[in-house]
């Protein structure tokens, strides 16, 4: 089993099985993909530097994450700041950089570890999306209590799955429950996608075992 401990010490616990380990630290580590239902290639993220280069299907730069202590930042291909996400006690939030220099981060979501799943929260504190966790895959379900994804783990990553089974994406190696939501669920550009991403690969194991 591999635990998660989120805020007041609570813990979310998932069969190894259901989960992969991800990476336990900082730095970057192997290369992670988005693929279609057929394994074809949607996004991917490389190790570079400090951070990661960030991949269309074709192989076209889109820009690079930036790994820090306890943040990431993403840039576009231009050198633009774009996006970056910060460690919270039970989660982290997602912001998009202000228009103009100096000016304030603006929240995209937040994401927090709950005991029996996680809650994904609008910047106006509404749950838009909650996932419960099941034996062999976590249920995901919207603001209305609708079932609109289920998420499963496999021995090389995830699978992203509509209610009804048909698989929508696959992820690898990267299998954690935040990467595996915020490749599908709508409202955010391939950039924000790889910024989960590339936070869940490498600042998200480790924060998490910080608070365990």
């Not at 530097?49 to 790994?67: C, D, M, N, Q, Y």
């Not at 998420?151 to 690898?172: M, T, Y």
């Not at 935040?178 to 590339?198: E, H, K």
Request: glycine share 10%.
């Amino acid at each position: 089993m591999r635990t998660w401990t989120g805020h007041g010490g609570c813990c979310l616990t998932l069969a190894l099985t259901l989960w992969a380990a991800s990476p336990g630290s900082a730095a970057p580590a192997s290369e992670v993909r988005l693929e279609d239902p057929q394994g074809k290639l949607v996004l991917r993220i490389v190790p570079e530097g400090k951070g990661f280069r960030v991949e269309s299907s074709s192989g076209k730069k889109l820009g690079s994450v930036k790994v820090e202590a306890d943040r990431v930042k993403a840039k576009d291909d231009a050198g633009k700041p774009r996006y970056k996400i910060k460690s919270q006690p039970d989660g982290f939030k997602l912001y998009q950089e202000p228009a103009t220099a100096g000016g304030a981060d603006i929240e995209m979501a937040q994401w927090i570890v709950q005991p029996e799943g996680f809650r994904l929260k609008a910047p106006d504190g509404k749950v838009v999306f909650s996932g419960k966790n099941r034996e062999t895959r976590v249920k995901v379900q919207n603001a209305a209590g609708k079932d609109v994804y289920a998420l499963k783990g496999r021995p090389d990553g995830s699978e992203i799955e509509d209610p009804a089974g048909k698989r929508l994406f696959r992820l690898k190696p990267t299998a954690s429950p935040a990467s595996s939501l915020f490749a599908v669920i709508p409202g955010y550009d391939p950039l924000a996608r790889a910024t989960v991403l590339a936070y869940e690969a490498s600042i998200g194991a480790s924060a998490v075992g910080a608070r365990r």
